[in-house]
């Protein structure tokens, strides 16, 4: 059941580093980084439906948590997860509440926030539901929401046809605000063409992140099975 009226704390820059930390350690290299994670989260609060961690939690560690994640302990467990539920519910409660949400963007070895990182998270979100999001950047009324994270993602495409033209200082920025009030259109447009269950709807606004997992509780997963038949077995020493 949501809480509407759920007050969320933002991750602090500790907590962020140390989310940050936890990704790069999962097995395979493939776990996604923050600025990649924001996008993602993004994008699956944004979309057209629900998207339950079940299905989004291997994209963002890399794999299946049984195979990608090594957790020291049931406490980690829950602050890994407790984390990533924290940072969907800023996102979350941002956009219902029709304000913009700001990017988390990483900056270089330069001191540039670039986005491109963030862009793909995005992207990896939008293919999650492609179809829904298909409708959305085919309408000639409000496709161009999406234009700006297009702009990004394809900047260093391996096919030069599909690049953008070079981007300056000044109009990569203006490109991230663009970006920024896309991602409140997008959720707009798919809250007001009903695309979703009722129960997906709900999904989008800040929510509790739950009681901490012990070894007998469901898995957050939402396999349905007990955490230590599931994620909370093989993955804590």
């Known amino acids: 059941m949501p809480v509407r009226n759920l007050k969320v704390d933002p991750l602090t820059a500790t ?3 140390r989310l940050g930390t936890f990704l ?4 395979g290299g493939r ?7 924001d ?32 957790f020291d302990s ?36 330069d001191g540039v926030a670039r986005g491109n990182d963030w862009a793909d998270g995005f992207m990896r979100g939008m293919g999650m539901r492609h179809n829904g999001w298909g409708q959305l950047i085919n309408d000639d009324d409000h496709g161009n929401c999406i234009l700006p994270v297009l702009t990004l993602y394809h900047e260093h495409d391996k096919d030069p046809k599909m690049r953008p033209k070079p981007i300056g200082p000044e109009q990569r920025e203006k490109i ?20 979703t269950h009722a129960d997906a709807t ?8 739950g009681p901490k997992i012990g070894r007998n509780d469901p898995c957050p997963c939402g396999s349905g099975r007990k955490y230590k038949k599931c994620c909370g077995g093989a993955t804590v020493n």
């Not at 790069?24 to 097995?27: G, H, Y």
């Not at 997860?81 to 969907?88: D, K, T």
């Not at 991230?176 to 695309?195: C, E, N, R, T």
């Not at 709900?202 to 992140?209: L, Q, V």
Request: include cysteine.
């Open 202 to 209: 709900f999904s989008r606004e800040p929510r509790c992140a």
């Open 31 to 37: 776990a996604m980084g923050i600025e990649q994670l």
């Open 39 to 70: 996008g993602f989260f993004a994008a699956l609060i944004a979309g057209p439906e629900l998207v339950m961690p079940r299905e989004y939690y291997p994209e963002v560690f890399g794999g299946e948590m049984t195979d990608a994640c090594e």
């Open 176 to 195: 991230i605000v663009h970006m920024a009030a896309g991602i409140v259109l997008a959720y707009q447009y798919f809250q007001s063409h009903d695309q």
């Open 24 to 27: 790069k350690s999962c097995k």
């Open 74 to 109: 049931i406490g980690e467990a829950n602050e890994v997860l407790g984390l990533l539920a924290r940072h969907w519910n800023t996102i979350a409660g941002t956009l219902y509440k029709g304000e913009v949400y700001l990017p988390r963007l990483m900056e270089d070895e």
């Open 15 to 17: 907590e962020i580093n």
